[in-house]
C-alpha cells in the first residue's frame, strides 16, 4: 500500500471533482471455480485500490462529498475465521491505514445507502463488471442487476479517468517493478524457444515467474507461433524452426500496477531473411511511433505514423503499392495491422476500459473511427504528462482475411495479393513496450528487454 496521505489526497480531489453526492465504491468478491469455497485467486476492483487500497474481498468504500466524509465498510472476523485464516487487522485498523476514520459493518453500510436514498440524494457508482457485485448493488439501491449499468455516474466516471490516467511517481515505480518481472518472464521465454518444445511448457514458466515475483500475470499469456491470431491463447503447438512465436505477456505487482510488453523471437534463435525484414519494418514502427510521444500530440496520430512505416515498408518488399499515404488514409495496411497502436497502462492492463473505453481514449475532440483497424484503437486522444501507454505496433498475415479481401479486390491498388500469397504461412509479428509522457517528449519504462534482431539473437544464444 502507498502511504495513507496519498489516499486521502485522491478522495480529496475526487470531492472537488463530482462536486456533490455520495460516491460507492463496492469492492469484489471472491469468485467460485468449480464450487463454493475453490475460488479464483482474488482480484480487487482497480478504482477500489485506487482510492481505498485495501486488497481484500467484501469491503466497501463511501465518499460523502456533501459532508466531506469517508467510510470503509466490512465485517470483522470472528473466532472460526482465525482458526482457518489467522489473524487479521479489525476494519477500523485497515480503514485508518489508508486515512478512513469512519468504519462499519456491511449492515451499517446498507443503512448508510438507505438513508441516503430516502433523502434523496444523489448515489454515484461506477459501471458494475461481475454479477456479484451487481446482485449486492440490486439489494443495496433497489435497482434491478439487469439495469444497474445504465444508472451509472458519467460525472464520476470522468472525474476518476481524470485522476487514474496521470501516474504520479509512486505509480510508475510500481509500474516499473511489473516490467522488471517481465523482463524475467520475456529473457526466459526466448532462451527456451527451441524447436520441439510445447508452447504450454514456456507458458507455464513465465506464469510462475509473474508469481513467484509477487503478482498474477496481468492478463492471460499470449504465447504462440500463431502470432496471426491476434490474442492466441492457445498453448498447445511444437514450436517449429520456421517460425516466428508471438510472447505478449506482463505481470501485477503486489500492489496491481501492471505491464505488457511483446517480442516475437524465431524459434531456434536465427532469424531468416524473410522474417528479418518483416522484424525490422515492426521494430522501425515501434522506434518511430515512441519517438513521436510528447504532451499534446493526439496519440490517433502517433497510431497514423505506425500505419504509414508499416506501409512504406511493406511497399519497400513489394507487398503493397501506390502511395503510402493515400493507402492509410484509406486503411488499406488494416489488411496488415488490424488494430491500435496501444492503450493506457495502470492498475489495469487497459487501463480503466471497464469505465469505457470511450472515456478513456476519446474526447469531445477526437472521435473513434469506423474505419477498420482505426475503429479498434483504444487511445486516440492529446497526451499528457504523466499518461502511461503501450505501443505495440504489429504486422500478421491472416489467411482468412486476405482471402476475404483478396474476394472483394478490395483496396487493389494498394496490395500486391500475389506477393501476400507468399507469406499466408508467415504468422504474425508484434513489438510492444510501456512508454511514460513526460513533461517534454517521452520516457521508455524498465529495463530493456532485447528487441534488436542482433539483441535477441545473442539473448537466445545464451549470451548476456
Ligand atoms: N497485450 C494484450 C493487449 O494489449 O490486448
Ligand atoms: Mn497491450
Request: aromatic share 10%; glycine share 10%; proline share 4%.
Amino acid at each position: 500500500m502507498f502511504a495513507r496521505s496519498v489516499y486521502i489526497c485522491r478522495r480529496k480531489e475526487l470531492k472537488k471533482l463530482v462536486g456533490s453526492g455520495l460516491i460507492f465504491f463496492p469492492g469484489n468478491h471472491d469468485s467460485p471455480f468449480n464450487y463454493p469455497a475453490n475460488t479464483y485467486s482474488f482480484r480487487q476492483d482497480s478504482s477500489f485500490l485506487y482510492y481505498f487500497g485495501i486488497d481484500q474481498p467484501e469491503v466497501a468504500g463511501v465518499v460523502d462529498v456533501d459532508e466531506n466524509k469517508d467510510y470503509f465498510f466490512g465485517n470483522d472476523i470472528d473466532l472460526d475465521d482465525i482458526i482457518w485464516m489467522g489473524p487479521q487487522p479489525s476494519i477500523a485498523e485497515k480503514g485508518a491505514s489508508v486515512g478512513v476514520e469512519h468504519t462499519g459493518s456491511l449492515a451499517d453500510l446498507q443503512t448508510l445507502i438507505q438513508n441516503t436514498i430516502r433523502k434523496g440524494r444523489k448515489i454515484h457508482f461506477l459501471p458494475p463488471y461481475k454479477a456479484r457485485t451487481l446482485l449486492w448493488m440490486e439489494e443495496l439501491l433497489g435497482i434491478r442487476a439487469q439495469a444497474v449499468r445504465q444508472f451509472a455516474s458519467v460525472d464520476l466516471i470522468k472525474a476518476v479517468v481524470k485522476q487514474r490516467s496521470v501516474k504520479d511517481k509512486g505509480e510508475i515505480a510500481e509500474i516499473k517493478k511489473a516490467i522488471e518481472t517481465a523482463y524475467y518472464m520475456h529473457t526466459t521465454a526466448m532462451l527456451l524457444a527451441q524447436p520441439g518444445v510445447v508452447e504450454r511448457k514456456i507458458a507455464g514458466v513465465i506464469e510462475g515467474i509473474a508469481l513467484s515475483c509477487g503478482g498474477p500475470v496481468s492478463f492471460p499469456v499470449i504465447l504462440t507461433i500463431n502470432g496471426q491470431t491476434l490474442h492466441n491463447h492457445y498453448h498447445g503447438n511444437v514450436l517449429k524452426k520456421e517460425r516466428m512465436l508471438v510472447i505478449d505477456t506482463g505481470a501485477e505487482t503486489e500492489m496491481h500496477y501492471t505491464s505488457d510488453i511483446t517480442r516475437t523471437v524465431p524459434v531456434g534463435g536465427k532469424f531468416s531473411k524473410r522474417q528479418k525484414d518483416i522484424y525490422e519494418i515492426v521494430l522501425e514502427a515501434n522506434m518511430k511511433a515512441i519517438k513521436a510521444i510528447k504532451p499534446d500530440v493526439p496519440f490517433k496520430k502517433v497510431h497514423l505514423l505506425a500505419a504509414k512505416t508499416i506501409a512504406e515498408g511493406l511497399k519497400g518488399l513489394g507487398l503493397m503499392k501506390g502511395d503510402t499515404d493515400d493507402a492509410v488514409k484509406a486503411g488499406a495496411h488494416a489488411l496488415f495491422f488490424p488494430h491500435g497502436l496501444g492503450h493506457m497502462l495502470g492498475l489495469d492492463v487497459h487501463d480503466m476500459e471497464g469505465l469505457g473505453e470511450n472515456y478513456v481514449g476519446y474526447d469531445s475532440e477526437i472521435s473513434r473511427s469506423d474505419q477498420f483497424g482505426l475503429a479498434f484503437l483504444r487511445m486516440a486522444r492529446k497526451l499528457e504528462p504523466g499518461f502511461v501507454l503501450t505501443v505495440e505496433p504489429g504486422i500478421y498475415f491472416i489467411p482468412a482475411l486476405v482471402e476475404q479481401w483478396k474476394k472483394e479486390n478490395k483496396f487493389e491498388q494498394f496490395i500486391n495479393y500475389s506477393k501476400v500469397k507468399q507469406y499466408l504461412d508467415f504468422g504474425g509479428i508484434r513489438i510492444e513496450d510501456d512508454v511514460l509522457v513526460t513533461e517534454k517528449g517521452y520516457r521508455v519504462l524498465g529495463m530493456p528487454i532485447p528487441k534488436t534482431v542482433a539483441d535477441i539473437e545473442k539473448v537466445m544464444k545464451g549470451l548476456k
